[in-house]
Nanobody
Framework: VQLQAYGGGLVQAGGSLRLSCAAS????????MGWFRQAPGKEREFVAA????????YYAASVKGRFTISRDNAKNTLYLQMNSLKPEDTAVYYC????????????????WGQGTQVTVSS
């Protein structure tokens, strides 16, 4: 499966952005999907994940209550709605796909998009 993330940009603290991840190739609905992020000088970290059918979602503690992950299997698209953004949310955001069960673990994901930059100004 090929993934392409988009929708990043510059936003003020307290603002909102919606990231999208378009999938092509093998059946999108076969994969659990996740969002990860990497800030400059920091390791990649888990943000959110959703199971193949959308029945279960998982969030990092730092984003729970502010971010919402969703998917539209008919459109082969993954979303991340980000509200109440903080400067510490500034990072490159990546979407990824896995058939494994460890959906919060980056090493479980075999397919990655190219990343989209999110910058939150204070």
């Amino acid at each position: 499966v090929q993934l392409q993330a988009y929708g990043g940009g510059l936003v003020q603290a307290g603002g909102s952005l919606r990231l999208s991840c378009a999938a092509s190739g093998r059946t999108f609905s076969s994969y659990h999907m996740g969002w990860f992020r990497q800030a400059p000088g920091k390791e990649r970290e888990f943000v959110a994940a959703i199971t193949w059918g959308g029945g279960y979602t998982y969030y990092a503690a730092s984003v729970k209550g502010r971010f919402t992950i969703s998917r539209d299997n008919a459109k082969n698209t993954l979303y991340l709605q980000m509200n109440s953004l903080k400067p510490e949310d500034t990072a490159v955001y990546y979407c990824a796909a896995t058939t494994g069960s460890g959906v919060t673990i980056g090493d479980e994901y075999g397919y990655w998009g190219q990343g989209t930059q999110v910058t939150v100004s204070s």
